[in-house]
């Protein structure tokens, strides 16, 4: 099953290293793995999304909570969260072609970020199935070049009890 982790951590060099370090030697696969800025200039919030069965998942976990820089880690799969990602997408785009592209993109409320006389460059955020259906669509024109942020999630809710 495939799982989504957001873990907070002390915003120190090597700190992302040691994380995807200590999953991949355990073997699993890291679909995608994002980190960024939080509300605290010295956290930082590392959102990874691991394939692994509930046994496996709680190695990971157990392993990741014994690092010293790790300050909180919750299974998002578990609670109601929102989950996205943001895709950029260069497309061909001719003249014959454009005004298409451009219906597309106000379907699947995206934007158009970056044109020229031969491609044209979409941005889009949303969950992964939303980015993969406009890829899919955007195929019959020729795709260019993706780039795919990896999935950041929050969890919904009350406000969290402060940590630490």
Request: glycine letters at 4%; charged letters at 30%.
């Amino acid at each position: 099953m495939r799982h989504t982790l957001a873990v907070l951590v002390e915003n120190r060099p090597g700190v992302l290293t040691h994380i995807s370090g200590l999953i991949s030697r355990r073997a699993f696969n890291i679909e995608s793995i994002a980190a960024g800025y939080t509300e605290e200039p010295d956290t930082t919030r590392i959102t990874v999304v691991v394939q692994a069965d509930e046994l496996e998942l709680e190695q990971v976990v157990n392993q990741l909570s014994k690092l010293v820089d790790v300050i909180k880690i919750t299974n998002l799969t578990e609670t109601d969260s929102i989950q996205r990602e943001l895709a950029m997408i260069k497309v061909k785009a001719s003249s014959e072609t454009r005004s298409d592209i451009v219906d597309i993109v106000d379907i699947f409320r995206a934007k158009i970020v970056d044109v020229n006389r031969e491609t044209m460059v979409i941005e889009l955020t949303g969950e992964e199935t939303k980015i993969d259906a406009l890829c899919e669509v955007l195929k019959d024109y020729g795709i260019i070049e993706i780039v795919r942020t990896g999935k950041i999630a929050l969890s919904r809710g009350p406000i969290p009890a402060k940590h630490g």
